[in-house]
């Protein structure tokens, strides 16, 4: 899907809902994640796991399936062993297990008669901090230049772009100047379209400290940006950064917050309190202030979407 064309989707669409946590889905149902590549290793060594997840969230009513490339890169592959053609292949075999789960809830929904929505593949690109595996997408302060940041993004998303997927979630990112290094590489991704979200600390700035406004402003002048957000931040600073990002854009919005315990990274570990889902009123607070694409990140599992689903669909 073009930018174009996902943008003339939004504006037709009701609320799209985004699928939740991919890792802690799998780590749920047993999977070890502790190694530094997290739900990445699972490409090389349990694909089909990652491929039922993607299934179940669909089949709990998620319109998006955001794949299991948001720790993958080449240098964190090469870290682990695996050279840099299997590391390619990873890459895309992320988008292509994504697209088997879809294909395979489509023939189910077909099979049973019932109608068929829209459903999209969103190749995750998470922020430089994933790849170093210790927490720093929600820090930020990598000491990269912007160039520097270009050219760690550029490979991994060339493979993700050339497997084909619907669009790709630049998500977690923690600091303006990593988004500006995105929204520089996008024009060399023609008709490419994405969408921008931000790891945030508080209810005003993103956690390298920059004003929401500011880093939306910068992810709302590239053309190929549909939408632009906030995700894996702790749904009690949503309404605040939406209301904020809201006055720095007309575009869609996009939300899919965490369960609201916070990622400790020297521990590798979940701290404080969770809920799987929103309250319908606070997910429609949301959709008032422009949020378009919702859904739930670390935590929120298909119980959760299954809930969401059934809130949007009141609006659709």
Not at 225 to 238: E, K, M, S
Request: net charge negative; proline share 5%.
């Amino acid at each position: 899907m073009d930018a174009p064309s996902a943008i003339a989707f939004l504006a037709s669409a009701g609320p799209v809902v985004l699928d939740g946590g991919l890792a802690t889905e799998l780590e749920r149902r047993g999977h070890d994640l502790t190694d530094d590549l997290w739900s990445a290793r699972l490409l090389r060594d349990d694909p089909g796991a990652i491929e039922d997840v993607h299934l179940a969230y669909f089949r709990a009513g998620a319109q998006v399936a955001i794949t299991s490339s948001y720790q993958a890169s080449f240098e964190g592959f090469a870290a682990t062993g695996i050279e840099r053609e299997e590391a390619a292949r990873l890459l895309r075999l992320s988008v292509e297990l994504a697209d088997r789960a879809r294909r395979r809830r489509i023939s189910e929904l077909e099979e049973a008669g019932e109608a068929v929505p829209v459903l999209l593949i969103a190749a995750s690109a998470g922020p430089y901090g994933a790849m170093l595996a210790g927490g720093q997408e929600y820090t930020g302060g990598y000491g990269l230049t912007r160039a520097e940041l270009r050219d760690f993004h550029r490979p991994r998303l060339r493979e993700l772009v050339a497997a084909e997927p619907d669009l790709v979630a630049f998500e977690t990112i923690p600091s303006l100047l990593e988004a500006q290094a995105l929204v520089d590489l996008l024009p060399e991704f023609p008709g490419l379209a994405a969408w921008l979200s931000f790891s945030c600390a508080d209810g005003v700035r993103t956690c390298e400290g920059q004003p929401i406004e500011d880093a939306v402003s910068v992810a709302a002048r590239s053309e190929q940006i549909v939408a632009t957000g906030v995700n894996c931040t702790a749904p009690a600073l949503v309404e605040s950064l939406l209301a904020r990002a809201r006055s720095a854009t007309e575009r869609p919005l996009v939300v899919y917050p965490n369960d609201g315990q916070v990622w400790h990274g020297p521990d590798r570990r979940w701290f404080g309190l969770a809920s799987d889902g929103f309250p319908a009123d606070t997910v429609e607070r949301w959709h008032e202030l422009g949020a378009q694409l919702i859904g739930g990140c670390c935590g929120v599992g298909p119980d959760g979407i299954r809930s969401l689903a059934k809130i949007a669909a009141r609006w659709g």
